[in-house]
């Protein structure tokens, strides 16, 4: 646990939850900013003298206590990292009723990402606001909150954050809250998006610059791939509205690949040029040779769908607002083509099988 060295916080007991498989960072960085802030670290489990090791492999820790042993109006604070580690703590009835407690007593609660599962098994979300990782967003409405998408959402001794990329802001709250001071610097005010979060977030255990450089320039050689496919697509198509909806998808590609540049300027670095595979780039004029409309909608829509995967799991990959929000923005953009290029598929698929008559059975396998 953490020794208390400024006398200002060493009142300031905080719990922070752990289970096995918690989402590393969503533990480490509240945990290293309170110990940095002086305050009394204890970390809570279910039992003692077992290692509890991080869904990524990167932590892996003891208990100073558990949540049997430990009274909740000790300490002024319980912090709940997310990962899968929430859904283990939720079946454990001396955490939630720990959970309980703590809430109960007015003390700070403040969860992240999956973390908000122990509230809903605690009955603690009703007419609250607040927020999480959005694969539980309909779990916590019909838990009775009133879920808002957002970096952080308070209410009352309440507060949540969603994922990774909010892990500066929530911790500079809880802080905040506590009445606790970073150690050599000043916090930015926690509405304030804009702010250099990545630096803090670096500093407490975080993503690293270089970590968030090489995913903004993985999104960009994705993003101008897809580009030049698209640009393919379009001069291949003969269908004036399929032309029309890859033109569109064009204009998207490019400027997601200006939100990235704009980005990486912001960080001050440049794009890394990787050339793309030659065994990629042969294999799609190959198939292009002899590709139809339809055909062009279905490879369209399979591109659409890997971007919208690859934006998704970026978004919640590095501990970075800025960055993690034009992700977000690029799924968004994507998942909309990808419905519109779907509905064009389907579209064909039936006008093509209505301009077919149907054949009368042989008996025999029919090849095309």
């Not at 892990?167 to 905040?176: D, E, G, Q, S």
């Not at 440049?270 to 198939?287: D, R």
Request: hydrophobic letters at 40%.
């Amino acid at each position: 646990m953490a020794s208390t060295t400024d006398e200002s916080n060493k009142s300031k007991k905080v719990a922070v939850l752990i289970e096995q498989h918690v989402e590393d960072v969503e533990f480490q960085i509240p945990y290293n900013a309170l110990q940095e802030a002086g305050a009394e670290v204890w970390v809570l489990g279910s039992r003692m003298n077992e290692k509890y090791v991080g869904k990524q492999q990167q932590l892996s820790i003891e208990a100073d206590a558990t949540t049997t042993d430990a009274r909740a109006q000790d300490f002024a604070a319980v912090v709940i990292p997310g990962g899968m580690a929430p859904d283990r703590m939720r079946t454990n009835m001396k955490t939630v009723r720990f959970v309980q407690d703590a809430m109960e007593g007015g003390k700070l609660v403040a969860a992240v990402c999956h973390g908000p599962q122990v509230l809903i098994e605690g009955e603690l979300l009703k007419g609250k606001r607040a927020t999480g990782f959005r694969a539980i967003r309909k779990d916590m409405q019909n838990a009775g909150a009133n879920y808002e998408n957002a970096p952080l959402v308070e209410d009352g001794n309440l507060i949540t954050s969603r994922r990774p990329a909010d892990l500066p802001i929530f911790t500079t709250a809880i802080l905040n809250r506590l009445g606790l001071t970073a150690k050599d610097r000043d916090l930015p005010d926690e509405s304030d998006y804009k702010a250099e979060w990545w630096k803090l977030a670096e500093e407490w255990g975080g993503s690293s610059k270089a970590e968030i450089v090489d995913g903004i320039n993985t999104a960009i050689r994705g993003e101008r791939y897809a580009l030049t496919a698209f640009e393919h697509y379009l001069d291949k198509a003969t269908d004036a509205e399929i032309k029309t909806r890859f033109s569109e998808i064009c204009t998207a590609k490019g400027r997601h690949v200006q939100l990235l540049e704009s980005r990486l300027a912001a960080l001050n670095e440049k794009e890394s040029f990787q050339a793309a595979g030659s065994g990629a780039w042969a294999t799609l004029k190959s198939w292009l040779q002899s590709s139809n409309d339809t055909a062009l909608l279905l490879r369209a829509l399979g591109d659409l769908q890997t971007g919208v995967v690859d934006a998704y799991n970026l978004s919640n990959k590095f501990t970075d607002p800025l960055t993690a929000a034009i992700f977000d923005e690029i799924e968004i953009d994507l998942a909309k083509h990808e419905q519109a290029v779907a509905d064009l598929y389907h579209a064909r698929l039936g006008a093509n099988d209505e301009a077919e008559p149907a054949q009368p059975s042989t008996g025999a396998a029919v090849t095309a």
